[in-house]
């Protein structure tokens, strides 16, 4: 899975750790997602779209573009 | 517009290394046959002394060294198994120049009476344990003084500034973990020293390892409660990469004990024999996290 986390993250000059407090998970956690080697639960996914006031396909993407559909 | 990205940090473990070396050092005494040795070879019995206690610091703090260069750009598995290897040849030639922690044994044997040799199982359990009160100190370390102490003893050339950022609340989960691997090692040590005492000293002993043990595991029912989503994933997978690990370590002592080469595999060959492998599963799991990262971020 795809996602733009660190670039939300950054145009909003938040630190990993930052974003960890607001979505009350760990700092790694963050960087598990940011470095694509963890997808988030459905609910967090949808804790992480509702801060950013996207929705979770404009987050979150597949890596196979055709798997999608 | 997004902030310019932050210069690593540099970290300080080889120098901490070097002090917590040199501290190690200073409980031991030469051993009496390489002392013997350098003393034969015409060197002042005083010079010889400070050969063998500076030796160990020099090596422990080139192994660090070694370790990082030969570790430079590979993934954090196969810097854990280098770092692991330097460690071994490191701790093999202290082994050989000093007796660490000489007082140890005499305030214990004062306190429980005469200890017996120990067996392999019970050389695991004194290993485990002051790996893991090792560990437990390291974490203390963080706990105590947040993002200079992660800097304080970690090995590698350049820092993401963004782990060292430790907020309080993590702080206070560091400490709780640190609590309870202190006290697992000294849980671990009891157990070992019950088995070693003789039949009249066993309670002691025992009493310490099931208070320590006690105090080792509370802290981890309230860490979980305060796990997020990865993390409960983790020591979920690293318990199910032990369960298989270990079947297989206890398939092979089956068989060196069926060929009389091991003693029979008793609970306390169990406890031990979980405890190092889920350390070691533990590394694993978070080692092939991280590889699975990098690979990712590597350009096609």
């Known amino acids: 899975m795809k996602n733009q986390l660190r670039v939300l993250r950054a145009q909003r000059s938040w630190s990993q750790a930052d974003l960890a407090e607001k979505l009350n998970v760990s700092r790694q956690t963050i960087n598990a997602i940011e470095t694509g080697r963890y997808d988030p639960s459905l609910p967090l996914a949808f804790t992480i779209a509702r801060l950013f006031g996207l929705t979770i396909e404009a987050i979150f993407s597949p890596e196979d573009p055709e798997a999608h559909d | ?300």
């Open chain 2, 1 to 300: 517009m997004s902030a310019p990205a932050p210069k690593p940090a540099t970290s300080r473990g080889v120098l901490t290394m070097g002090i917590a070396a040199a501290l190690l050092s200073a409980t031991g005494q030469a051993t009496p046959k390489t002392l013997a040795r350098l003393v034969e070879l015409g060197l002042p019995d005083i010079a010889a002394r400070a050969i063998l206690h500076a030796a160990p610091v020099i090596l422990i703090v080139g192994a660090a060294i070694i370790g990082r260069a030969l570790g430079r750009g590979r993934s954090k598995l196969v810097r854990g198994v280098i770092y692991a290897l330097c460690g071994i040849v490191a701790g093999f030639f202290t082994a050989y120049c000093l007796d660490l922690l000489v007082g140890v044994p005499a305030a214990i044997e004062a306190l429980n009476g005469p200890l017996a040799e120990p067996d392999v199982i019970e050389i695991a359990l004194w290993t485990y344990g002051a790996i893991v009160m090792s560990m437990g100190l390291m974490v203390a370390v963080i706990a105590t003084f947040g993002s200079p102490g992660a800097q304080a003893i970690n090995l590698e050339d350049d820092l993401d500034p963004e782990a060292l950022d430790i907020r309080k609340a993590e702080r206070a989960s560091f400490g709780l973990s640190a609590v309870g691997l202190v006290a697992m090692g000294v849980a671990s040590m009891a157990l070992s020293i019950a088995r070693q005492s003789a039949d009249g000293a066993v309670l002691g002993p025992c009493l310490v390892a099931i208070a320590a043990g006690m105090i080792g595991v509370l802290p981890s029912f309230v860490l979980w409660s305060r796990l997020d989503e990865l993390q409960r994933r983790q020591v979920v997978d690293a318990y199910a990469t032990s369960a298989v690990l270990f079947t297989l370590v206890a398939f092979g002592w089956a068989l060196a004990q069926a060929l009389d080469v091991a003693p029979p595999f008793d609970a306390g060959a169990v406890f031990v024999g979980l405890s190092i492998t889920q350390l070691v599963a533990t590394f694993v799991v978070t080692a092939s996290l991280a590889g699975k990262a990098r690979a990712e971020r590597r350009p096609a």
